[in-house]
C-alpha cells in the first residue's frame, strides 16, 4: 500500500499501525461536507481507512484519503476504486451518499432536471454498488450502505425527482440483499430526516418552525447522528441485517 502523508487531509501517518486495517476500508461518496463528512469522521474514528470521494476530490475530513470520482461517469467510478485498491487495500464498506437535488413543480421539470437527479442519486449508488460489489464477493464479505431520505418513504411536492430516486434505493438494497447475501455481503439504506446541515439553515425561519413542530423529538437531527447509524451497519454487530431501512428522522415518518 502506498498512503502517503500527503494523500492524508490532515490525517494521521500511515507509517503508524493501528486498528484501521483490522477495521477495513471504507468508501464514502460525497464525503467532503455535510452527513458525508460526518461519516467519514465517524469511521476514521472507528478505526476504517476511509476514501472520501467528491467530484474534485480535493478536500477530506482529517485522517481520510481524497479521491475524485464522478458518480455518473462509469469509468470515473471504475479509475477511483482502482486507486483506493491501490492506496488503502480492498474495500469492505461502501456508502454510497453522494446526492443532488433540482427542486420544482412536477409541471415545470424538464426531461433533465428528471433524469439528472435520477443518474447522480440513483445511478451513482448503482455503479458504485457494482464496483465494491466485486472485491466483497471475493472476500465473501462486505457491507454496501445507501444514504436515501425519509421522502423516499412519504414523499415531497416539488420533489418527484428526488424522491424517485431515493425510493428506488430501497429496492436497489433488497435486490442486492437477495443477490449477494449468499456472499456474505450485507444491503441497507438510511433515511436521515431533517438534519442540521448548511442547507438546513438556508430554510426560512417560519418553515423550519412548521417542520420542528411535525417531528415529534422536536429539533432537527445532528449529521453524527446519522453518521452513528451508520457506523453500526458497517460494523460487525450488523453482521445479520440486511435489506432493512433505518429512518433517522426523530418520528417524522411514523407509520411509513
Given at each position: 500500500?502506498?498512503?502517503?502523508?500527503?494523500?492524508?487531509?490532515?490525517?494521521?501517518?500511515?507509517?503508524?499501525?493501528?486498528?484501521?486495517?483490522?477495521?477495513?476500508?471504507?468508501?464514502?461518496?460525497?464525503?467532503?461536507?455535510?452527513?458525508?463528512?460526518?461519516?467519514?469522521?465517524?469511521?476514521?474514528?472507528?478505526?476504517?481507512?476511509?476514501?472520501?470521494?467528491?467530484?474534485?476530490?480535493?478536500?477530506?475530513?482529517?485522517?481520510?484519503?481524497?479521491?475524485?470520482?464522478?458518480?455518473?461517469?462509469?469509468?470515473?467510478?471504475?479509475?477511483?476504486?482502482?486507486?483506493?485498491?491501490?492506496?488503502?487495500?480492498?474495500?469492505?464498506?461502501?456508502?454510497?451518499?453522494?446526492?443532488?437535488?433540482?427542486?420544482?413543480?412536477?409541471?415545470?421539470?424538464?426531461?433533465?432536471?428528471?433524469?439528472?437527479?435520477?443518474?447522480?442519486?440513483?445511478?451513482?449508488?448503482?455503479?458504485?454498488?457494482?464496483?465494491?460489489?466485486?472485491?466483497?464477493?471475493?472476500?465473501?464479505?462486505?457491507?454496501?450502505?445507501?444514504?436515501?431520505?425519509?421522502?423516499?418513504?412519504?414523499?415531497?411536492?416539488?420533489?418527484?425527482?428526488?424522491?424517485?430516486?431515493?425510493?428506488?434505493?430501497?429496492?436497489?438494497?433488497?435486490?442486492?440483499?437477495?443477490?449477494?447475501?449468499?456472499?456474505?455481503?450485507?444491503?441497507?439504506?438510511?433515511?436521515?430526516?431533517?438534519?442540521?446541515?448548511?442547507?438546513?439553515?438556508?430554510?426560512?425561519?417560519?418553515?423550519?418552525?412548521?417542520?420542528?413542530?411535525?417531528?415529534?423529538?422536536?429539533?432537527?437531527?445532528?449529521?453524527?447522528?446519522?453518521?452513528?447509524v451508520v457506523a453500526f451497519l458497517a460494523g460487525p454487530d450488523a453482521s445479520y441485517i440486511s435489506g432493512a431501512v433505518i429512518p433517522?428522522?426523530?418520528?417524522?415518518?411514523?407509520?411509513?
Open positions: 500500500m502506498n498512503f502517503t502523508d500527503q494523500q492524508v487531509v490532515a490525517g494521521q501517518s500511515a507509517e503508524q499501525p493501528g486498528p484501521a486495517a483490522a477495521a477495513g476500508v471504507a468508501v464514502v461518496t460525497g464525503g467532503n461536507r455535510g452527513i458525508g463528512a460526518a461519516i467519514v469522521r465517524r469511521l476514521v474514528h472507528d478505526g476504517f481507512r476511509v476514501a472520501a470521494t467528491s467530484r474534485l476530490g480535493t478536500e477530506a475530513p482529517a485522517g481520510a484519503l481524497a479521491v475524485p470520482m464522478e458518480v455518473t461517469d462509469g469509468q470515473s467510478v471504475s479509475a477511483a476504486f482502482e486507486r483506493i485498491h491501490q492506496e488503502l487495500g480492498q474495500v469492505s464498506v461502501l456508502v454510497a451518499n453522494a446526492g443532488i437535488t433540482k427542486d420544482t413543480l412536477l409541471m415545470r421539470m424538464s426531461e433533465e432536471d428528471f433524469a439528472g437527479v435520477l443518474d447522480v442519486n440513483l445511478g451513482g449508488a448503482f455503479r458504485c454498488a457494482k464496483a465494491a460489489a466485486k472485491p466483497m464477493m471475493r472476500a465473501r464479505s462486505g457491507r454496501i450502505i445507501l444514504i436515501s431520505s425519509v421522502v423516499a418513504l412519504y414523499g415531497s411536492a416539488g420533489q418527484v425527482n428526488y424522491t424517485s430516486s431515493k425510493a428506488a434505493m430501497i429496492g436497489m438494497a433488497r435486490s442486492l440483499t437477495r443477490e449477494l447475501g449468499g456472499r456474505g455481503i450485507t444491503a441497507n439504506v438510511v433515511a436521515p430526516g431533517f438534519i442540521n446541515t448548511s442547507m438546513t439553515a438556508q430554510i426560512d425561519p417560519a418553515a423550519q418552525e412548521k417542520y420542528l413542530g411535525a417531528i415529534p423529538s422536536g429539533r432537527f437531527a445532528e449529521p453524527e447522528e446519522v453518521a452513528g433517522v428522522d426523530g418520528g417524522l415518518g411514523m407509520g411509513h
